[in-house]
């Protein structure tokens, strides 16, 4: 029963493809984020969906692309990938209020090379 | 722009002894939240303090919010190899978006 689950949780690809990651969450929440993890591990945020609406958009190159079909899913596509995209990439999901508890998938590890 | 520190960066004790870590900031929060990460998996929350001055014990764990809401202490006693780790603090900031901090990567020998 995982609360929020995205996959794959390993990703090796070359440079200039096209990826996606998916992510589910079964807890009910109407905010979806997707989150950035470098190897320093600093979490940063790359977006944040509140029932399929995009209410967060970090300064995100253009190739990558959320997509939430609908409130219990939040999918990243990636275009033309580069090395410096290779990061530990999280969902997470909450509800929408000051200090609402995020709850994060395991992660996708994206290795460019 | 919000930011939070957290302090230090690394710690690296052994087993039994005391720690204290840090997350400070120059702006106002609502609430801070402590999360705890372990490798190959994503953030869980350890608490959420809210009221200037809030004191919250967790077990061995002892979390503080300061009295004016922009800074954060985690006081971890008789540290467990378990409690290793890297410790986020996360600040509720405008647009609901939680500001994180960098993480203090700690370490607890045997």
């Known amino acids: 029963d995982t609360a929020v689950s995205q996959t794959p949780k390993y990703l090796v690809t070359q440079m200039g493809n096209d990826k996606s990651i998916k992510c589910e969450q079964n807890l009910g929440h109407d905010t979806m984020y997707w989150y950035k993890q470098d190897s320093k591990k600093f979490l940063k945020i790359m977006f944040s969906?509140?029932?399929?609406?995009?209410?967060i958009n970090e300064t995100v190159p253009n190739r990558f692309s959320p997509k939430s079909p609908d409130k219990a899913h939040l999918n990243l596509h990636i275009n033309s990938l580069e090395l410096g995209d290779s990061a530990v990439y999280f969902c997470?999901?909450?509800?929408?209020?000051?200090?609402?508890?995020?709850?994060f998938g395991q992660g996708t590890r994206l290795t460019v090379v | 722009t919000q930011l939070l520190e957290q302090s230090p960066q690394f710690l690296s004790i052994q087993e039994g002894e005391n720690l204290t870590v840090y997350c400070n900031s120059s702006?106002?929060?609502?609430?801070l939240q402590w999360y705890r990460q372990e490798p190959g998996e994503g953030p869980v929350l350890l608490v959420t303090?809210?009221?200037g001055g809030e004191v919250k014990k967790l077990k061995r764990l002892t979390f503080q919010f300061g009295d004016a809401r922009k800074d954060s202490s985690l006081h971890i006693t008789a540290a467990q190899t378990g409690d290793t780790g890297l410790y986020l603090c996360?600040?509720?900031?405008?647009?609901?978006?939680?500001?994180w901090g960098a993480g203090t990567k700690l370490i607890i020998k045997p």
């Open positions: 996360a600040g509720a900031g405008s647009n609901y978006q939680l500001i």
């Open positions: 997470a999901s909450s509800h929408l209020f000051q200090g609402a508890e995020a709850f």
């Open positions: 303090v809210v009221t």
């Open positions: 969906y509140n029932n399929k609406e995009l209410i």
């Open positions: 702006s106002v929060f609502s609430s």
